[in-house]
T-cell receptor, first 117, second 114 residues
Framework: AQTVTQSQPEMSVQEAETVTLSCTYDTSESDYYLFWYKQPPSRQMILVIRQEAYKQQNATENRFSVNFQKAAKSFSLKISDSQLGDAAMYFCAYRSAFMNRDDKIIFGKGTRLHILP | EAQVTQNPRYLITVTGKKLTVTCSQNMNHEYMSWYRQDPGLGLRQIYYSMNVEVTDKGDVPEGYKVSRKEKRNFPLILESPSPNQTSLYFC?????????????FGPGTRLTVL
């Protein structure tokens, strides 16, 4: 069974600085997708970025980028130029790329990010 | 507007009183799913459905039922709620199964069972 681990329950970063949130996962599958979701105080779940395991290039969305290390099963999220609006809970998630019957989606326990003004 | 809606948004109930949380999406999505979110545990999948009349257990299905009679609706049923089902519940949908498809989440339902 797949697992997703976020080892940092909470982190803080100074506004305008860069922060990296870590995520490791375990799977025996060769193709899959990894996601980072943001949950601000409004509780809405917002997709930040996704990465397909077969793509070597790290995904980037504006100030958000990932460092995907497939062999190490690591998927960290880097937030550059942190802004107050980035304060939220961040979840890492795994989903198989195969169109098989078991299509569970696995989430990590989350990392709460605080932005210090 | 494309969205996933859940009702009610907040619910306080008592042990043993059957309840249903509704979920509806207007995007013609095949895949729908229910999660519960608890502090320190992240989101855990309860049930999911890959199409009408097809449902599967997630990681924490005990105490819950679902049905998928129509493509747009995926209600979550608690036949006999217990206090350990106090949680924040999310419904989500995606175009189809498979990892590429983005999941769209509803706004969440805060359930308290006394």
């Amino acid at each position: 069974a797949q697992t997703v681990t976020q080892s940092q329950p909470e982190m803080s970063v100074q506004e305008a600085e860069t922060v990296t949130l870590s995520c490791t996962y375990d799977t025996s599958e060769s193709d899959y997708y990894l996601f980072w979701y943001k949950q601000p105080p409004s509780r809405q779940m917002i997709l930040v970025i996704r990465q397909e395991a077969y793509k070597q290039q790290n995904a980037t969305e504006n100030r958000f980028s990932v460092n995907f290390q497939k062999a190490a099963k690591s998927f960290s999220l880097k937030i550059s130029d942190s802004q107050l609006g980035d304060a939220a809970m961040y979840f890492c998630a795994y989903r198989s790329a195969f169109m098989n019957r078991d299509d569970k989606i696995i989430f990590g326990k989350g990392t709460r990010l605080h932005i210090l003004p | 507007e494309a969205q996933v809606t859940q009702n009610p948004r907040y619910l306080i109930t008592v042990t043993g009183k059957k309840l249903t949380v509704t979920c509806s999406q207007n995007m013609n999505h095949e895949y729908m799913s229910w999660y519960r979110q608890d502090p320190g545990l992240g989101l855990r999948q309860i049930y999911y459905s890959m199409n009408v009349e097809v449902t599967d257990k997630g990681d924490v299905p005990e105490g819950y039922k679902v049905s998928r009679k129509e493509k747009r609706n995926f209600p979550l049923i608690l036949e006999s709620p217990s206090p350990n089902q106090t949680s924040l519940y999310f419904c989500a949908s995606s175009l189809s199964r498979g990892g590429y498809n983005e999941q769209f989440f509803g706004p969440g339902t805060r359930l308290t069972v006394l």
